[in-house]
């Protein structure tokens, strides 16, 4: 037998089928999907607008909630306009260079807004447990180094992944049952064999997210400890609502993350459109509701989201 073509065994391009037996539902889905992401792009953009304008909110519990907003837009970017596209114009239709840069941003952003949460969950931990050491612990340049952190870990576990889909070949196989790429999506196409994807593409993130989670309780438990010992029931209940607005977001973010992939792992008995919607409703829901659950639950940022939007309508209507 001769030797096996690996480059001419990758395709030119993928093609993305959607969400199968559903094709005829795809513009009705499609109206949902689009206002959904129009809206995360509305509350997104108005958070990180009002978190910039406004000095009083250059602290740090602010700065990791922006940069919670911007990773929103990047996980929601990535995917809904192509799926868009596919719903209202069929163009299925993607390049091997964009499928895979697609699958690196998707993955990229969901490790990176793990961490962030971790990083959100210890602010809180040191504002209610170590109260006076909080400015000297959490300055801006804390804040930035942590930033960086979080870029280098998401690349650090992600990139690999683009060089295990790279180095498949495909013999040809180059429809995606799938609205968008992703990593397991685009192995399973593949003519060879796929061990090292299945085990680095579910152990590696999954065990760094679960990483993250356990920090995150970890921080929840001392907090919790240090509200108990508070002497006053209103300092209890005060520094209890600011953690809310957080544990909210937490949840709408793991919950979802942590089903679709033991779904898409396990769940072989759910039906495949079933396990695409739920993909596509974890690309869409932590962007809308995470400006949605801050805006309603933090007093500071309603207050100067009311201001700004306030006096740029004023300052509108003089012109």
């Not at 009002?50 to 000095?55: H, I, L």
């Not at 596919?86 to 239709?93: D, N, P, T, V, Y």
């Not at 992703?182 to 593949?190: D, F, S």
Request: charged residues 10%; contains cysteine.
């Amino acid at each position: 037998m001769p030797p096996f073509n690996l480059t001419s065994s990758t395709p030119a391009t993928f093609i993305l089928a959607g969400i199968p037996g559903m094709e005829k539902s795809h513009i009705w889905i499609s109206i949902p999907f689009c206002s959904m992401y129009l809206a995360a792009l509305l509350g997104n953009g108005a958070l990180l607008f009002v978190v910039s304008t406004e000095r009083s909110l250059h602290q740090p519990m602010y700065l990791l909630l922006s940069m919670l907003a911007v990773t929103d837009l990047m996980l929601s970017t990535t995917t809904v306009p192509k799926m868009l596209a596919l719903f209202w114009f069929s163009a299925g239709e993607i390049s091997f260079g964009a499928c895979l840069t697609q699958v690196f941003f998707l993955h990229f952003t969901t490790s990176a807004e793990s961490m962030i949460l971790m990083a959100m969950a210890f602010d809180r931990f040191v504002a209610i447990c170590y109260p006076l050491r909080y400015a000297a612990m959490l300055t801006q340049s804390a804040i930035v180094k942590t930033g960086l952190v979080v870029l280098l870990r998401s690349f650090c576990i992600i990139f690999p992944c683009v060089f295990l889909l790279k180095r498949l070949p495909f013999c040809g196989h180059n429809i995606i049952l799938h609205t968008y790429c992703e990593h397991m999506g685009i192995a399973r196409l593949a003519c060879a064999d796929i061990s090292v994807n299945i085990v680095y593409g579910l152990a590696v993130p999954f065990a760094a997210g679960v990483l993250d989670v356990v920090l995150i309780a970890v921080s929840y438990v001392l907090i919790l400890q240090a509200l108990f010992r508070l002497p006053s029931r209103t300092a209890r209940c005060k520094a209890f609502n600011t953690c809310v607005s957080h544990v909210c977001v937490i949840f709408l973010f793991y919950i979802p993350a942590f089903f679709t992939i033991l779904t898409h792992r396990f769940g072989q008995k759910i039906p495949h459109h079933v396990h695409i919607l739920l993909a596509n409703l974890y690309v869409l829901f932590p962007p809308l509701l995470n400006p949605i659950v801050y805006g309603v639950r933090m007093r500071q940022v309603k207050e100067k989201f009311m201001k700004v939007f306030l006096c740029s309508s004023v300052h509108f209507l003089k012109e």
